[in-house]
């Protein structure tokens, strides 16, 4: 494996796309990410093995605060530390930007977001009932609100 990442870019739509579609019942549309890509509101870090996009993280910013919306890994590409590079990048890239707290919402079943998110300082600040339209399962709602004193270096 050859992991880089870089900035999304609107010409980026269409292999984020495949990755939604292989990682989410209800999959965001390509649309949705050609328009986020050209957003200055938004930050979309592709995770890349050599040329293929094999994973993306994504956040709207708001002042200070984001809100990540979408971290997605090829299942194949999953369990090889992949999401937890691309975490660590998107946070360096939120932090440069002056963001100083993070929140998103994940599936209870969800053990290895959830461990992946604890690692980076995020701790449960609620629940959203029958958030995920697929199933009716909650979302816990997780914030990071001391996003400067995430250890990056793993």
């Known amino acids: 494996m050859n992991i880089s990442f870089r900035l999304m870019a609107p010409e980026d739509a269409d292999a984020v796309e495949v990755v939604e579609k292989a990682c989410f019942a209800i999959p965001w549309s390509r649309e949705s990410f050609w328009k986020a890509a050209g957003d200055s509101d938004t930050c979309y870090l592709l995770a890349l093995d050599g040329e293929k996009v094999i994973g993306y993280a994504g956040c709207w910013i708001s002042f200070e605060d984001g809100q990540i919306t979408n971290v997605a890994i090829l299942p194949e ?21 002056g963001l100083t707290a993070l929140t998103l919402e994940v599936r209870p079943s969800n053990a290895p977001a959830r461990a992946l998110y604890a ?26 609100t001391k996003l400067a004193e995430v250890k990056l270096d793993g």
């Open 77 to 97: 590409y999953r369990g090889k530390g992949v999401g937890t590079r691309l975490m660590a990048e998107l946070i360096s890239l939120l932090l440069a930007r």
């Open 119 to 144: 690692r980076y300082g995020f701790h449960e600040a609620g629940v959203r009932k029958g958030y995920y339209q697929d199933n009716g399962e909650d979302a816990l709602i997780l914030w990071n």
